[in-house]
């Protein structure tokens, strides 16, 4: 069975205090998770070791950055490449979320070369695509997420394409509460499986992880996960309340 993953997004929120806290709540459930289930938390960037230590000792717990540079290494401040996540045991990276294409400017082009550097270090890219609400108000949502995909993604190897993890993310459905039904879900996974079948092939699509990401939310992660191509989820506000993101743990297949 595919990986079944829930992953946390902090994005930019909790002081370092708060996330330690929260993640202390989440782990005294005790919650064992599966062979093919993982529960990530991509956090800031200064709380990664913090994280790593509490989680690395757990059973499919792991750490997630939320982005990192396109560059190797070098006069960049402030930016962190793959090789120093890498180098404190980071498992996972998000990579071309909306919000940093929209307020960052990352361009398929640069997600490409993210994706790449995540890969040479050993780390898993949680990589992120989605549609506005303009897009999919026009139906021309499967078509650009296909571009999304095809310019970052597709002339890696079969062997590579098999280490990502995909994240459907449609942006109206981004901290707006307004989730995706569990039609329109599926319909977009099976659509990205379908692509991945086509250009690569069905052993490789069937092998990759789809996850949905748009107010998920305790009382609707059951469903959405049940679809069979919507492998778990990737989750921003109801990832910061512990009673939340447990019971969407708890929600994975
Ligand atoms: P919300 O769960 O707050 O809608 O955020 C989704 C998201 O952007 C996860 O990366």
């Avoid at 996330?19 to 709540?25: A, M, Q, R, Y």
């Avoid at 960049?76 to 998000?94: D, H, P, Q, W």
């Avoid at 929209?102 to 361009?107: A, L, P």
């Avoid at 394409?161 to 569990?182: F, H, L, Q």
Wanted: aromatic content about 8%; some cysteine; charged content about 20%.
């Amino acid at each position: 069975m595919r990986q079944q993953i829930a992953a946390a997004n902090w994005k930019m929120n909790l002081t370092y205090q708060q996330g330690e806290e929260l993640l202390d709540k989440i782990l005294k459930e005790n919650i064992s998770l599966g062979e093919h289930q993982q529960a990530v938390f991509a956090v800031p960037f200064p709380y990664l070791s913090m994280a790593h230590q509490k989680l690395s000792g757990k059973k499919n717990y792991a750490t997630s950055a939320q982005n990192c540079y396109d560059q190797k290494a070098g006069a960049f401040t402030g930016e962190v490449s793959a090789e120093m996540l890498k180098s404190i045991n980071i498992r996972y990276c998000v990579l071309g979320h909306s919000e940093r294409r929209e307020y960052f400017h990352e361009s398929n082009q640069s997600l490409a070369t993210r994706v790449k550097l995540c890969l040479d270090n050993g780390i898993t890219p949680i990589f992120c695509c989605g549609e506005t609400l303009s897009i999919r108000e026009v139906g021309a949502q499967e078509g650009y997420v296909e571009t999304q995909l095809m310019e970052s993604l597709f002339h890696f190897s079969e062997e590579d394409i098999r280490k990502i993890v995909i994240a459907y993310e449609p942006i109206w459905a981004i901290g707006t509460g307004k989730t995706a039904t569990v039609e329109q879900a599926q319909e977009m996974h099976a659509h990205i499986r379908a692509i991945i079948a086509k250009k690569y092939d069905q052993n490789a699509a069937d092998s990759i992880s789809i996850l949905y990401g748009g107010s998920v939310k305790a009382n609707n992660a059951k469903e959405l996960f049940s679809s069979p191509d919507v492998d778990g989820g990737l989750v921003g506000g109801a990832s910061l309340v512990a009673a939340d993101f447990i019971a969407i743990i708890r929600a994975l297949k």
